[in-house]
């Protein structure tokens, strides 16, 4: 899949509301970029702790506060949770079971799978009724128990394995009252930015632009019946769980 010269969401409503969440990072960044040069887009919300409303994962008041700010203009048509930690406390990834460490275990998933679940808790309910809408985590390939074929990087494979679990159970629960929303896990590829650069150091990646590019292409056309609930790469293909 090539991408796109300009972003357009066509399985959105004209004048849709769209939110990012860790607007502030660089895929988070590219993707509002994306986003407020879209005509069919009517307004974008970038949400970070250095947003207004602040919004912080870790601090769940702080989710239910956005939220609640956010449903006074309405229903939100898309909504991108863009964040994620891959080094803790200036650790990388693990590498053997002896490099295992309790607090960095908790942390990877606290920032990776808990507080994104919890957005989807608080926010899900901003998604309309009727019609169309979009909701994304940014997961990772080497969250796949299928495709573990080189096991390390212990923390950040358990953490996005954890969110893929809880993004698909919530896509359940959400299409109860919502069968035209379309939750996704998605996986960017190898971007350079400073979550990743400590890591891939000179190796092949694609600028930040490229990969919102895709990213908003993949999930615009994901379908609408029985699209949800699916983890996918930047290219549209299905990745195993």
């Not at 919300?45 to 203009?73: F, G, V």
Request: glycine share 10%.
């Amino acid at each position: 899949m090539q991408t796109p010269a300009a972003t357009t969401m066509n399985s959105l409503p004209t004048g849709y509301r769209a939110a990012v969440v860790g607007a502030s990072g660089a895929i988070g960044g590219a993707l509002l970029r994306a986003l407020q040069a879209d005509p069919r887009c009517g307004q974008v919300t970038a949400l970070s702790r250095l947003s207004e409303p602040a919004l912080d994962l870790l601090d769940e008041a702080s989710l239910a506060a956005a939220a609640s700010r956010l449903r006074a203009d309405g229903p939100l048509h898309l909504l991108v949770c863009a964040t994620g930690i891959l080094q803790v406390d200036g650790r990388g990834p693990e590498k053997r079971l002896a490099d295992l460490d309790a607090a960095t275990l908790a942390r990877a998933h606290a920032v990776n799978a808990i507080g994104p679940a919890l957005l989807i808790k608080h926010f899900h309910g901003l998604l309309p009724l009727q019609g169309r809408s979009l909701l994304a985590v940014l997961s990772a390939r080497v969250g796949s128990i299928g495709d573990n074929r080189l096991g390390g990087w212990y923390s950040y494979r358990a953490s996005k394995a954890a969110l893929n679990m809880l993004l698909r159970t919530a896509a359940i629960e959400v299409a109860r009252q919502r069968p035209l929303a379309v939750l996704a896990a998605l996986h960017p590829g190898t971007v350079r930015s400073g979550l990743s650069a400590p890591i891939i150091g000179s190796a092949a990646a694609s600028q930040p632009d490229d990969a919102a590019g895709h990213l908003l292409a993949v999930l615009d056309a994901l379908p609408a019946e029985g699209g949800s609930g699916g983890f996918h790469a930047w290219d549209g293909a299905p990745i195993a769980w």
